[in-house]
């Protein structure tokens, strides 16, 4: 079964950094896309950030040049490098990723694995 956790949400001033961490736990087959979304207080969940098997990224324009996504494969977590944080990045922030596993009977399925969430809050 696949799992992710995130953490290194908190409350920051604007105009400082976080990074969020999202560990993931369980046997995958290949990994096709990482994404991190966000839901702020009565709003839509977003995507704020996301990364593709062909090395593709894309973001927010919310986000654009303060934000880094990122994945260490070795340490199998992924990352989102927030600088210079405003009051509106306030939110619920949830990692993604969309991978392939292999069932019991040995064939291949698409799964999209959510995290939990975790909170980050800007005050101004």
């Known amino acids: 079964q696949v799992q992710l956790v995130e953490s290194g949400g908190g409350l920051v001033q604007a105009g400082e950094s976080l990074r969020l961490s999202c560990a993931a736990s369980?046997?995958?087959?290949?990994?096709?896309?990482i994404a991190w979304y966000r839901q702020a207080p009565g709003k839509q969940r977003e995507l704020v950030a996301a990364a593709r098997l062909d090395g593709s990224t894309n973001y927010a324009d919310s986000v654009k040049g303060r934000f880094t996504i990122s994945r260490d494969n070795d340490k199998n977590t992924m990352y989102l490098q927030m600088n210079n944080l405003k009051p509106e990045d306030t939110a619920i922030y949830y990692c993604?990723?969309?991978?392939?596993?292999?069932?019991?009977?040995?064939?291949?399925?698409?799964?999209?694995?959510w995290g939990q969430g975790t909170l980050v809050t800007v005050s101004s």
């Open positions: 369980g046997t995958v087959f290949s990994i096709h896309t």
């Open positions: 993604n990723e969309g991978v392939i596993v292999t069932t019991r009977s040995s064939s291949h399925r698409y799964l999209e694995v």
